[in-house]
C-alpha cells in the first residue's frame, strides 16, 4: 500500500450523503497554529447543487505534506440538498499529501525525461504515473497533462468516482503557470 493510499479520506464518507470537497485558498501554517480556531472563508455555493447557502458543519483532520501534523478541516452542510462538504486548501487534490504542483511536476519528469524526481520516493510517483495512465485512458490517451490539468481534472488520481474538480471560486490559475514545452520547428 502506498503513502497516498494511506490519507484518510474514506472515513468521512458518509453513507447515502453526498460529500464533495470546497477547495479554498488558505494558508496551511495557519491552519496549524489556529486549529479549529482558524477562521475559514465561507464558500458561496455548494458544489453540490450551487446553492447560495452552506452552514458550518464540525471538522475533520487530514494529512498534507510539510505540515507536521494533521491540520482541521472545516466541513460545511447544504441544507438545500443535504450535502456535506470537507474544505481543503486549493494546492491539494482530494486523496493526495503532496501538493499538485509537485505531483505535476513528477509528471513532467516522467514524460520529458523518463526519470522520478529524486526528492520524493519512487513509490510515490509511481503512483501518481498510474494514476495519470487512468485518467489518459478514460479521456483519451492523445490528451497530454496541460490539457487535462485545464480541464479541472485530478490527473493522478485512482478514483472511479471523483475525478473532476468543482471550484466554487475561482480556479487557482497561478498553481498551473507552466510553461508548455518547447518544441523547435
Ligand atoms: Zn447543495
Redesign the pocket.
Known sequence: MTAELEAPVIPTTIPGV?TLIVYLSVDCSKISSAGKAFRWPRPSQ??????LR?WGHGYVSRYFDGQPKMLWMKRWR??????VHTSRPIEYWRGFWAQAATIYASLRERIENRRWLQELSRQRQEYWWKGFGITQFVRGAHVDVESLLNSHLIVATHSLHYREIRYVEEPPHRIFAFTPPVRAP
Open positions: 453526498t455548494c458544489p453540490n447543487c450551487w446553492g452552506l447544504c441544507p438545500e440538498c443535504a450535502a
